[in-house]
Structures are given as structure tokens and as C-alpha cells.
């Protein structure tokens, strides 16, 4: 785990100060992605960094009431 302080850009914007969690399972052992968190909106990126090349980006933020 770890906090990236330059933030991550993706469609839905730009979010500073990201938590960052690698993630496996070993029902996919070879299978290693990141996970992007942002306060207040939660995943706003996935990222495998091993076994593949699949990217998951936010799109769209609606606010809560």
C-alpha cells in the first residue's frame, strides 16, 4: 500500500493524493494489478501490471445528495 502524492489523471478527472493497493488472488495467481483509491469517490483506476493489460478508468462522478 501506498499514496501517490502527484495524484492519477482519468476521464472522470484528476484526483490527488491517491491510495495505491496491489492486488492478487490465487485463483489467478500470475494475474498482479494495481488499484487506484481516491477519497471520497473510491476505485478511480485498475491496472494489471503483471499477467496482462487491462486498464479500468472512472468515467463519470455523480455527487451524493
Known sequence: MRHVEDGIKVPAGSYDDVLIIEEW??????VIELKYYARGVGVVAERQIFGGADVVELVTVTPGR
Open 25 to 30: 488472488t490465487p485463483l489467478e495467481p500470475t
